[in-house]
């Protein structure tokens, strides 16, 4: 198996480890690779800890190293969604415990970390050879903050 060239690394204030359970709750064939408890070190903090999991074939380090930097809407995750029933789950998994709803199918977990939970229609609907349909995805997309499929096809 090839290793993963480019990890994401995300950082939060603290607790490696639950930031790790939260994520591979969500992302139920996840799993944990690795964790690490750094103590007593020359940093402001003197403290931190990592946690690498993989979610959806794809590893990420969650860094937590105090309240130095915070997530904005400039990165964001694409979950690409089959049908509704896994929009609703996303959607619902990650707003919970503090996660906040955005538009157009955006959302920020309760880390602050933005996702955007998309279904795959979607996607074929903005690239579609008909103008008409292109249109009526983006403007229904533009009224909406979690996707609804049904409102997409209409």
Not at 36 to 44: E, G, V
Not at 124 to 143: F, G, P, Y
């Amino acid at each position: 198996m090839a290793i993963q060239k480019i990890t994401p690394c995300l950082w939060i204030e603290k607790d490696a480890k639950k930031a790790a359970r939260y994520y591979l709750s969500i992302f139920k064939k996840g799993k944990l690779k690795s964790y690490r408890a750094f103590k007593n070190l020359p940093t402001p903090d003197r403290n931190f800890d990592t946690a690498t999991i993989q979610i959806l074939g794809m590893d990420f380090q969650i860094l937590a190293a105090g309240p130095l930097f915070k997530f904005n809407e400039a990165v964001s995750f694409v979950v690409r969604c089959k049908d509704q029933k896994e929009i609703d789950y996303y959607w619902k998994a990650l707003t919970a415990k503090g996660g906040s709803e955005g538009p157009c199918g955006w959302l920020k977990d309760k880390y602050g970390l933005s996702w955007q939970i998309v279904p795959e229609i979607y996607f074929k609907l903005e690239s579609h050879k008909d103008k008409s349909k292109r249109d009526h995805a983006m403007k229904a997309v533009l009224k909406m903050k979690k996707i609804i499929i049904a409102d997409l096809v209409k």
